[in-house]
């Protein structure tokens, strides 16, 4: 199969030929994800370093581990990004004292890239992060931090209610309940 | 856990990765017995993904690239080592060569930016049929490499802007006075583009690329975007 038809595949049906190894599939896998798994990484362990490190690594595993890729689990991103965010936060577990970075910071400018310098695919995936990240930011803020914390932190719901002093049983509620408005929007398109 | 199932909470706590090591163990024990608890787990999946997808959007380093392309050639390469004959191998190998230390070749081939600027000096090879330089890009824009066998040459570029109605990149090869069209091509979405560089290149022969308004031009009408000697 040509590299232009590999292209015109759907996610679902590229992974079998990723998993058969071929890597020119693993390419065009790579030029579809890596600019949203590397985005995941940076957001959870803070540098573009030890971001690239896990963005390497998670792919890699993907492609040595014969991609074990299965339609019940979700769509190909989501599973790669699933990846992408347990490599991460091994890594942040393995950095004793470290604390996550949780809010988006300023030197993330630098690696931005001028809205016309942006290819078509590229554009489309930050509209679509956008309005998913406007969707979680009407959260009520105690629900949406109790998320953050644990999604993109790597507390558990017992470290969670430690840190912001609050009952454990209040912690999971504000979880569930953050959860559940993510869903509804999901349902209704966003 | 709620009499034999988790608690509602404890199993979004787990779709978040939030729950204790051994209250994790007690989900994962029951979860896949209990289709109620399955369900509810798939039901899930979809807001969890799109945590993942709401951070603010970045563009990987294209050495981040390289470097996982890097290993996967590798990896066919070691496997084909193993098995006899090789399967496909990735852009002929020279994606490997950014992972591997550069070694001495009978051929240097020098790439050049418009203008004549400098942009590639880092010479490596695959093997005794081909000859390769890695380009780094020198500059934000286009950048490559352009890989010479004895009848065929590959340039590989990326950096590339997306065309406009029939417009197409044009390769031309110069010998001394003589321009001649070879390949033309689009990139992809990504401003990515291989095309093969027909015929033996002899030393001195000047490979270009120029943006044109349509196909089948037989001289350039643009200026010239990228070019490659081979000495």
């Known amino acids: 199969m040509t590299r232009a038809e590999l292209q015109r595949l759907a996610d679902e049906d590229l992974m079998p030929l990723v998993a058969r190894q071929d890597p020119v599939a693993f390419e065009v896998f790579y030029d579809r994800h890596a600019g949203a798994a590397y985005s995941l990484a940076y957001r959870i362990v803070g540098s573009r370093t030890a971001g690239e490190d896990v963005t390497q690594e998670a792919l890699i595993s993907i492609w040595r581990s014969g991609a074990r890729y299965d339609r019940a689990r979700g769509s190909v991103r989501a599973w790669t990004l699933g990846i992408v965010r347990n490599r991460a936060i091994d890594m942040l577990r393995k950095e004793s004292g470290r604390s996550p970075k949780l809010a988006a910071g300023g030197d993330e400018i630098i690696e931005r890239r001028a809205a016309e310098e942006l290819t078509d695919t590229e554009a489309v995936r930050r509209e679509t992060a956008q309005e998913v990240r406007g969707a979680i930011e009407e959260l009520p803020s105690d629900q949406s931090r109790v998320i953050q914390l644990a999604y993109y932190g790597g507390f558990s719901h017992s470290e969670i209610a430690e840190m912001l002093n609050e009952p454990l049983g209040t912690i999971k509620g504000r979880m569930r309940l953050g959860m559940d408005k993510i869903r509804a929007a999901l349902a209704e398109g966003l | ?231």
């Open chain 2, 1 to 231: 856990m709620n009499g034999e199932h988790p608690d509602r909470d404890d199993l979004v706590a787990y779709a978040l990765g939030a729950l204790e090591p051994e209250e994790e163990r007690a989900v994962e024990a029951h979860a896949p017995r209990c289709a109620r608890c399955t369900r509810e787990l798939e039901a899930l999946v979809p807001a969890v993904g799109v945590l993942g997808e709401s951070v603010e959007q970045l563009e990987p380093p294209p050495q981040l690239r390289e470097r996982v392309l890097a290993e996967v050639n590798a990896d066919v390469e070691r496997s084909a080592e193993r098995e006899g004959p090789a399967p496909r191998r990735l852009r002929r190998g020279w994606r490997g060569l950014f992972a591997r230390p550069a070694f001495a070749v009978g051929l240097a081939i020098i790439v050049a930016a418009v203008g004549g600027y400098l942009i590639a000096g880092n010479t490596g090879g695959s093997g005794p049929e081909q000859e390769t330089v890695a380009v780094v890009p020198a500059q934000q824009g286009i950048g490559g490499t352009l890989a010479v066998d004895e009848n065929s040459s590959m340039l590989d570029l990326h950096g590339l802007a997306q065309l406009k109605g029939e417009e197409v990149y044009q390769v031309w090869v110069a010998n001394g006075e003589a321009v001649s069209p070879s390949s033309n091509f689009i990139p992809d979405d990504n401003g990515r583009a291989m095309t093969a560089v027909d015929g033996h290149l002899p030393s001195g022969t000047r490979v270009m690329v120029t943006r044109e308004p349509r196909p089948g031009l037989t001289a350039p009408t643009t200026p010239v975007l990228l070019s490659a000697t081979v000495q």
